[in-house]
């Protein structure tokens, strides 16, 4: 499939930028606009799927010996993948917004793929977010996944700012640089310049939601959620801003941002007046400072709880989609409490008899030939919560909610709840969203 053919062109928005610039936060924003739509999660689909695969293929010689490279001319390659990927983004617009004008994809790692995306969808547009590199390498090494020095902080936010901005440049009008401190300092004329370069109107009821998304907390570090720009004044020493600047002190300079301060006696640490103000509350309340300390720890534990719990979830969903019902009880403690609601006609069990009751009914449905056309999830550290609907192949529709308690690596508790849809009239709109039929397990972390 070339780029002319495709029912996606000029559709695709590729959203990067290194982690923790705020990449998250710039897709809420867009697509906060109702002729948006987004994908749900990062896809890695260039950095760790396409690019690695280009691997396997050489274009010179048919009759190559090679080992481990098949022939096939670049460009047949590249029509390949752009039917692949397609496909991929049709499966969300078509479940979610089949109207909408454009859909987003948002994977940090695509910074420095940007050549390959080029290459695979030369009509899509490119929109790279960078912020202050020491912001980001704070915000990194708090993170639990994040590198653990100072200096692989840099050293990562330098390359996804070299290597993004590189080819950046090739793009012209499809490429859009974004500071994540011009954004935040005044959202409604970054916003309105990113709509704008976008060709997409903003009526007051559109620029209201957007403001709102534009000034809402979400993915923050746990260990401090306030919206900062300048934290990374307060909690970094002077050692690790000589470290960051020594290896991506350039980058800093050329995007504007202020090297800073020298300490006057570089054998001394360089404090701020908030971070000398915080170290004299530290010594007047020593036991408030600890339990500081110790929450910050507990956030980030948290965070990984969250993450682990949305897994298991996740892996029992897929086992189930996948009929491999002997992994799926794996998942299931022994002793699970399973409360099933099918249209008002309510079981409600424990152990190896509630499970084999949980895994025929979700069985059934799935054998009825599922064509899923909405879902959404909610997790918690400790419990996550799923909302699907879909079709059968005999034409009904339902409702599905999935919620799931979290004890260590097994699910300890799940409710299901089944309901059919009534049939939605020619003249009426589908429906897109379950109703909420389970108290939900908390809010979303990606």
């Known amino acids: 499939m070339s780029p002319v053919d495709s029912p996606l062109r000029d559709r695709v928005i590729f959203v990067v930028g290194a982690r923790r610039s705020g990449t998250t936060w710039l897709e809420r924003i867009l697509t906060a606009h109702p002729e948006v739509v987004g994908v749900p999660t990062e896809t ?16 010179a010689n048919p009759s190559s010996p090679t080992t481990g490279r098949a022939f096939l001319p670049r460009a047949a390659f590249v029509d390949a993948m752009r039917h692949v ?40 547009r490119v929109i790279n977010i960078m912020r202050d590199g020491r912001a980001v390498a704070r915000s990194l090494v708090s ?11 840099a050293a990562e936010w330098r390359d996804a700012v070299n290597d993004a ?14 500071l994540y401190e011009k954004l935040l300092r005044d959202p409604r004329q970054g916003t309105g310049e990113i709509f704008a370069w976008l060709g997409l109107d903003l009526p007051d009821e ?28 307060d909690q970094l020493s002077s050692s690790e801003l000589r470290a960051f600047e020594r290896i991506a002190g350039e980058q800093l300079d050329k995007l504007g941002y202020p090297r800073a301060a020298p300490a006057k006696d570089p054998r001394l640490p ?107 999830v909610l997790a918690s550290p400790f419990a996550v919560t799923t909302m699907a609907t879909y ?21 300890s ?24 039929v389970a108290p939900q397990a908390g809010d979303g972390y990606m």
């Open 44 to 59: 890695y689909i260039f950095s760790h799927g396409i690019e690695p695969l280009t691997e396997r293929f050489q274009h």
């Open 85 to 124: 990927v397609d496909r991929v983004f049709l499966e969300t617009l078509e479940r979610t917004t089949p109207d909408a004008r454009y859909i987003v994809e948002r994977t940090p790692w695509h910074a420095s793929h940007i050549p390959l995306i080029a290459e695979v969808y030369p009509d899509a």
């Open 143 to 153: 993170m639990p996944w994040g590198p653990d020095t100072i200096a692989e902080a």
């Open 165 to 178: 901005r590189g080819a950046g440049a090739a793009l012209g009008d499809r490429y859009l640089e974004v």
């Open 206 to 233: 559109t620029w209201e939601r957007i403001l709102l998304e534009a000034g809402a907390e979400f993915n923050v570090d746990p260990a401090d959620p306030a919206i900062r720009s300048d934290k990374w004044r």
């Open 270 to 376: 360089t404090l701020s007046r908030d971070r000398v103000r915080s170290l004299a509350r530290t010594l007047r309340r020593p036991r408030r400072a600890a339990r500081a300390t110790g929450g910050r720890s507990r956030a980030r534990l948290m965070h990984a709880k969250q993450i682990a719990a949305h897994e298991l979830a996740e892996t029992f969903e897929r086992c189930v989609a996948d009929a491999n019902d002997a992994a799926a009880r794996e998942l299931l403690g022994a002793r699970v409490r399973v409360r099933i609601d099918e249209g008002g006609r309510r079981r409600d069990n424990r152990g190896p008899a509630a499970i084999d009751d949980l895994l025929g009914t979700l069985a059934r449905h799935r054998e009825g030939g599922i064509h899923l056309l909405s879902g959404q």
């Open 391 to 411: 079709e059968l192949a005999d034409g009904t529709r339902w409702a599905r909610t999935l919620a799931y308690k979290i004890r260590g690596t097994r699910l």
């Open 413 to 436: 508790d799940v409710g299901l709840y089944l309901y059919e849809l009534a049939p939605v009239a020619s003249d009426e709109p589908p429906v897109e969203e379950p109703p909420v």
